[in-house]
C-alpha cells in the first residue's frame, strides 16, 4: 500500500472523528448552558478551551458569546479544527482515495458536505443549529456503520481504524479535562448543587450515559465517571479501549514493531492513574501529558509510513 494513500485514509477518518466530536460538543454544551441557572461558572469560553483554540479565538473575537464561539467551531473556514473544515478536509482525502473504499462511502461523506454548506444559514437560531448537529452526527454515524459492514479488514481499514481511535481518544481526554474544574476545590457552592448535572452532560457529549449505568450500576459522581472514561475496555471511547483498538492495528501493519513498547507503555498508563488520589491540578497536568503523547504516537505513525513518498515515486518509475 502507498504511503500516501494510508496517509490520506487515516487522516479522512481523523477529519471525520473531529467533525462528529465538535458536532457532538457543541449540541451537549447547548443542552446543558439552557438547562443550567445563572451564576454557575460555565460558558462558552469552557468549549474553546478543550478544543484547544482559545488563542486562535481571541484573535479574531473579543467576546467568547455563543453566536462567535458556535460560527468559530463550525464555520470558521479560518479554524482549522472548525465542523467545516474538518469535513472539508476529509471529503478531499475520501475523493483522492475512491479506489481504496466502496463507491456509497464518497456518496455519504459528499452528501454531508453538501448539506453543510446548504444549511449554513440555519445556525444563526438555535433550533436550526440543533438541527444541523444532529444531521452531522447521524450522518458521521452512518458512514462509520457503512465501513465497519462493507470493508474488508485490509491495511485500508486499519490505517482509517487508527486515524479515528486517535482522534477520539485525544478528545475524550479533553472533555475529562473538563471534568477538572467541576472537581476544583475553589468550584462555588452552586457549581456544587448542579454537578451531578454537569458530569452527566459529560457522558452524554460522549453517548455514555446508558453504558455508564449499565457497566457502574452506581449513581453518577466524577471520580466514577472519569475512572469509567478513562479505563473501561469495553466502551468504544473510552481511552483504553481506543488505545487497543490502535494497538491491534498497528501489530498487523508490516514495520510495526519498534511500537509495540510504546504502545503497552501508554495503555499501563492509563490503567496506573488513580483518579481518587489525584488533585483536579494533577489530573489536569496528568490528562495533559496522554495528549503530548498522542500527538508523539502521531509523530511516529506519520515518520514510520507516511513520509516515504520519495522512495516510491523511485519505485513506481522502476
Known amino acids: 500500500m502507498l504511503s500516501r494513500s494510508a496517509e490520506r485514509l487515516y487522516w479522512m477518518a481523523r477529519y471525520l472523528e473531529r467533525t462528529e466530536n465538535t458536532a457532538r460538543l457543541i449540541s451537549a454544551t447547548m443542552h446543558l448552558i439552557y438547562d443550567l441557572p445563572y451564576g454557575v461558572e460555565l460558558g462558552w469560553r469552557n468549549l474553546l478551551n478543550i478544543c484547544g483554540v482559545e488563542e486562535a479565538f481571541y484573535q479574531r473575537f473579543k467576546n467568547p458569546s455563543e453566536q462567535n464561539t458556535t460560527r468559530f467551531l463550525l464555520v470558521d473556514m479560518s479554524n482549522p479544527g472548525s465542523l467545516l473544515a474538518s469535513l472539508s478536509f476529509a471529503r478531499e482525502n475520501i ?15 459528499n452528501e454531508m458536505y453538501l448539506y453543510a454548506n446548504n444549511n449554513l444559514d440555519s445556525l444563526s437560531n438555535r433550533r436550526g443549529r440543533a438541527l444541523f448537529l444532529q444531521e452531522i452526527m447521524a450522518g458521521c454515524q452512518r458512514f462509520t456503520g457503512f465501513m465497519a459492514g462493507s470493508m474488508s479488514r485490509s491495511d485500508s481499514a486499519r490505517f482509517i481504524c487508527i486515524g479515528r481511535n486517535l482522534e477520539r481518544a485525544d478528545m475524550t481526554s479533553r472533555i475529562m479535562d473538563f471534568g477538572t474544574v467541576l472537581l476544583a476545590e475553589n468550584r462555588s457552592t452552586k457549581m456544587r448543587e448542579y454537578e451531578t448535572i454537569l458530569w452527566i452532560n459529560v457522558l452524554k457529549s460522549l453517548s455514555a450515559v446508558l453504558m455508564y449505568r449499565k457497566h457502574v450500576r452506581i449513581r453518577i459522581k466524577g471520580e466514577d465517571v472519569l475512572n469509567y472514561l478513562l479505563k473501561n475496555p469495553d466502551f468504544p471511547r473510552a481511552v483504553v479501549h ?13 514495520h510495526a514493531v519498534e511500537l509495540f513498547p510504546q504502545l503497552e507503555q501508554l495503555e499501563q498508563q492509563v490503567l496506573g492513574i488513580e483518579i481518587k488520589q489525584t488533585t483536579p491540578e494533577q489530573l489536569h497536568q496528568v490528562l495533559d501529558g496522554l495528549q503530548a503523547k498522542f500527538d508523539h504516537l502521531h509523530q511516529q505513525i506519520a515518520a514510520m ?3 516515504n513518498n520519495l522512495g516510491e515515486a523511485e519505485a513506481e518509475k522502476n
Open 305 to 307: 509510513w507516511f513520509l
Open 95 to 109: 475523493r483522492t482515495s475512491r479506489e481504496l473504499m466502496p463507491d456509497e462511502a464518497w456518496q455519504q461523506v
Open 242 to 254: 481506543c488505545i487497543e483498538e490502535i494497538t491491534h492495528c498497528i501489530k498487523r501493519l508490516p
